[in-house]
């Protein structure tokens, strides 16, 4: 999109409020079934996401900037990891489905 056009109107693909992503985080969570201790939103050098152990979520505040079906990937990736610590075929066949099933509000 050319700056010269609107500079007042930025699209949602282009910019997700914090707290807006923060919800969309929450409502995949409730779905998958996991309860994120901390999510947190800061800008990172080499992940999009990451996660410990005890369920602290981090993603990268250029999520903001994504389309939101890549957001909606990292989302639901980093979410099942507080179900599945690996990338095994569980993790994967998981992933898929959750994936393949959209919310109400993406059609
Ligand atoms: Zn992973």
Known sequence: MKKSATPEWVPLEEAVPIDLF???????????????????????????????SRGRLTFN???LYQP??????????????????????????LLRAYLATHSPDHT
Do not use: Y
């Open 61 to 63: 505040i250029e999520l």
């Open 22 to 52: 923060k919800a969309e985080v929450q409502a995949w969570a409730q779905r998958i079934g996991v309860t994120p201790h901390e999510i947190h939103v800061r800008s990172m050098k080499r992940k999009w996401a990451s996660c410990s």
């Open 68 to 93: 939101s079906d890549f957001r909606r990937q990292v989302i639901v990736h980093e979410l099942l990891h507080l179900k599945i610590p690996n990338h095994g075929p569980l993790f994967k066949a």
